[in-house]
RNA sequence: CGGGGCGUGGCUCAGCUUGGUAGAGCACCUGGUUUGGGACCAGGGGGUCGUCGGUUCAAAUCCGGCCGCCCCGACCA
């Protein structure tokens, strides 16, 4: 126990200081590493691994919602921008942008895309000239800058990963379903796959997306308290058609607009998980985005470490006919414990341990790396209890993420008591809201905190405004925020 | 961009106050002994002290600019 302690002290406790904490973690578990470029990372193998399993999950969730997939060019010119009043005021300055090529000054600036509505609707206004176009269901996975004043890896860097659905479609209805579908594709994604709990629901007119008629978000809760908006999704009404040109032919041969939308999800995802299923001992993932899903360990006496080994290996091969994650540490330069400890810091989710008295009674250890629990099993059932136990790791995770983020969600009902509460614990705090920005912003000032959103379900409603005690018009999360 | 803190082998840091030939622990390399919760012994390699400039006989150390990182704010996935 005292060995363990000494081993903590590698990673500074998250009630000492959780953003320590988290750079501590990140850097340990050898997920990214910092770039030359400010606010740049790079993303080793571990923590791309990560991106990679998350793009193909809801990939094929895209596709299987009939989406497809399409690439757009990172260049857009500066016009493109001017078009949209609102989507220009929006990102201006964080644009970064190309003046120069192959030596000479560009007549026209380029920008490096921070999102793609620009180029994507002069593209769309060029492929749809009729309702029988519609609906056109276009994703793409690619990289944007944005050249934000503050930077923390992965949560919010200069460059990022992400996807980014935009879709045309006849009416309002089609569209607005279409961005409801959406959401619910990342509310289950985000609780079945990443096992991050989520408070679905919508945006206030001031936090909606630039250009937008009303944006759609996850909001997920990090273990200090704080709110991440972990996906959005956006209804733009006909905006983007308007200043593009999006227009079709309906059935009465008449010209409409397209009514379009756009979402996504980026790496910061990857942040999230970290944040939220992490802890004093390191990264902790649920299985089904952890790169490694079993470490094997094998351990002995030098007279025994190649039978053990070999058996090892073998128990590995058994397991990745069952599809799983699985890889070996049977280096001899390290201890046992050094390498226990090496891999819950790692975030692996299971650990199997293989040694004389293992081998002896034809059986193997594991060891689940949120809570220790230990389970001895059969080599010739390994497959299933593996999958098994795996599969209970996941629906635990889960479980204690949901628990966490009900024992830091409660309900106020003024800003006074807003304000002394968060000092006391940071979380989401439910309350009533007038609609007024005044009111909104009022909290922002006095609190630190921010709507998240108006969740689609809340347990309580709020009959007054928290701020001036006027009849409300929603029931609002307010939280603290990456 | 405003306020605060910090930049010294791969990592965590000491040295700076009071200038005078760069240190520790971990990691790494070689050999040996070890292996069920961060093993041990012996030997070894690696740093123009973030960067540019100034002061000085002499700068990691004093002064200034710039860059980067962390924290707190305004902006945001």
Same mark, same amino acid.
């Given at each position: 126990?005292?060995?363990?302690?000494?081993?903590?002290?590698?990673?500074?406790?998250?009630?000492?200081?959780?953003?320590?904490?988290?750079?501590?973690?990140?850097?340990?578990?050898?997920?990214?590493?910092?770039?030359?470029?400010?606010?740049?990372?790079?993303?080793? *193998?571990?923590?791309?691994?990560?991106?990679?399993?998350?793009?193909?999950?809801?990939?094929?969730?895209?596709?299987?919602?009939?989406?497809?997939?399409?690439?757009?060019?990172?260049?857009? *010119?500066?016009?493109?921008?001017?078009?949209?009043?609102?989507?220009?005021?929006?990102?201006?300055?964080?644009?970064?942008?190309?003046?120069?090529?192959?030596?000479?000054?560009?007549?026209?600036?380029?920008?490096?895309?921070?999102?793609?509505?620009?180029?994507?609707?002069?593209?769309?206004?060029?492929?749809?000239?009729?309702?029988?176009?519609?609906?056109?269901?276009?994703?793409?996975?690619?990289?944007?800058?944005?050249?934000?004043?503050?930077?923390?890896?992965?949560?919010?860097?200069?460059?990022?990963?992400?996807?980014?659905?935009?879709?045309?479609?006849?009416?309002?209805?089609?569209?607005?379903?279409?961005?409801?579908?959406?959401?619910?594709?990342?509310?289950?994604?985000?609780?079945?796959?990443?096992?991050?709990?989520?408070?679905?629901?919508?945006?206030?007119?001031?936090?909606?997306?630039?250009?937008?008629?009303?944006?759609?978000?996850?909001?997920?809760?990090?273990?200090?308290?704080?709110?991440?908006?972990?996906?959005?999704?956006?209804?733009?009404?006909?905006?983007?058609?308007?200043?593009?040109?999006?227009?079709?032919?309906?059935?009465?041969?008449?010209?409409?607009?397209?009514?379009?939308?756009?979402?996504?999800?980026?790496?910061?995802?990857?942040?999230?998980?970290?944040?939220?299923?992490?802890?004093?001992?390191?990264?902790?993932?649920?299985?089904?985005?952890? *790169?490694?899903?079993?470490?094997?360990?094998?351990?002995?006496?030098?007279?025994?470490?190649?039978?053990?080994?070999?058996?090892?290996?073998?128990?590995?091969?058994?397991? !990745?006919?069952?599809?799983?994650?699985?890889?070996?540490?049977?280096?001899?330069?390290?201890?046992?414990?050094? !390498?226990?400890?090496?891999?819950?810091?790692?975030?692996?989710?299971?650990?199997?341990?293989?040694?004389?008295?293992?081998?002896?009674?034809?059986?193997?250890?594991?060891?689940?790396?949120?809570?220790?629990?230990?389970?001895?099993?059969?080599?010739?059932?390994?497959?299933?209890?593996?999958?098994?136990?795996?599969?209970?790791?996941?629906?635990?995770?889960?479980?204690?993420?949901?628990?966490?983020?009900?024992?830091?969600?409660?309900?106020?009902?003024?800003?006074?008591?807003?304000?002394?509460?968060?000092?006391?614990?940071?979380?989401?705090?439910?309350?009533?809201?007038?609609?007024?920005?005044?009111?909104?912003?009022?909290?922002?000032?006095?609190?630190?905190?921010?709507?998240?959103?108006?969740?689609?379900?809340?347990?309580?409603?709020?009959?007054?405004?928290?701020?001036?005690?006027?009849?409300?018009?929603?029931?609002?999360?307010?939280?603290?925020?990456?």
């Amino acid at each position: 126990m005292s060995d363990k302690k000494q081993f903590v002290k590698e990673i500074t406790p998250q009630e000492e200081d959780f953003s320590r904490w988290y750079i501590d973690v990140i850097r340990k578990a050898d997920l990214m590493d910092y770039a030359p470029v400010r606010g740049c990372i790079v993303f080793k *193998p571990d923590g791309y691994e990560m991106w990679e399993l998350i793009q193909k999950e809801l990939d094929a969730r895209f596709k299987e919602t009939g989406h497809r997939n399409a690439y757009f060019p990172l260049l857009i *010119p500066e016009s493109f921008f001017q078009k949209e009043k609102e989507h220009v005021e929006g990102f201006n300055p964080e644009l970064p942008w190309v003046t120069e090529a192959g030596g000479e000054k560009l007549e026209e600036r380029l920008a490096i895309r921070p999102t793609s509505e620009t180029i994507i609707g002069q593209m769309f206004s060029r492929w749809i000239q009729s309702y029988r176009d519609l609906p056109l269901l276009i994703n793409q996975w690619a990289n944007v800058i944005r050249w934000e004043k503050r930077t923390l890896p992965f949560m919010r860097t200069s460059e990022f990963l992400w996807q980014e659905g935009h879709t045309a479609h006849e009416t309002e209805k089609d569209a607005r379903e279409q961005t409801m579908r959406i959401l619910e594709i990342y509310r289950d994604f985000a609780e079945n796959f990443l096992a991050i709990p989520v408070v679905v629901g919508q945006k206030t007119p001031s936090e909606k997306f630039a250009g937008a008629v009303d944006t759609y978000s996850i909001e997920a809760m990090m273990k200090d308290g704080r709110a991440v908006q972990a996906g959005t999704s956006h209804y733009m009404g006909t905006n983007f058609s308007r200043a593009f040109d999006i227009k079709y032919l309906d059935r009465n041969n008449e010209l409409q607009y397209a009514h379009t939308t756009s979402w996504g999800v980026s790496t910061r995802l990857i942040g999230s998980l970290i944040m939220v299923h992490g802890d004093n001992r390191g990264l902790a993932l649920p299985p089904k985005v952890a *790169p490694t899903q079993v470490i094997v360990i094998p351990i002995g006496p030098a007279a025994k470490r190649d039978e053990v080994v070999s058996r090892a290996r073998e128990l590995m091969e058994q397991l !990745k006919k069952s599809g799983i994650r699985v890889r070996i540490d049977d280096r001899d330069d390290q201890s046992p414990g050094w !390498k226990f400890n090496e891999y819950e810091m790692r975030g692996v989710p299971l650990r199997l341990e293989l040694g004389p008295r293992d081998m002896e009674k034809g059986q193997a250890v594991l060891v689940s790396r949120i809570d220790g629990e230990k389970r001895f099993v059969a080599q010739e059932r390994l497959n299933e209890e593996v999958t098994a136990f795996l599969d209970e790791i996941q629906k635990k995770m889960f479980a204690l993420a949901k628990q966490f983020m009900d024992d830091h969600f409660s309900a106020v009902d003024t800003i006074d008591e807003l304000k002394t509460q968060i000092e006391e614990q940071r979380g989401f705090y439910l309350a009533g809201w007038c609609g007024s920005e005044a009111c909104e912003h009022q909290v922002k000032e006095e609190t630190g905190a921010t709507s998240r959103n108006i969740p689609t379900e809340v347990k309580e409603h709020k009959g007054r405004c928290l701020v001036c005690q006027e009849e409300a018009k929603h029931t609002v999360v307010f939280a603290r925020a990456y």
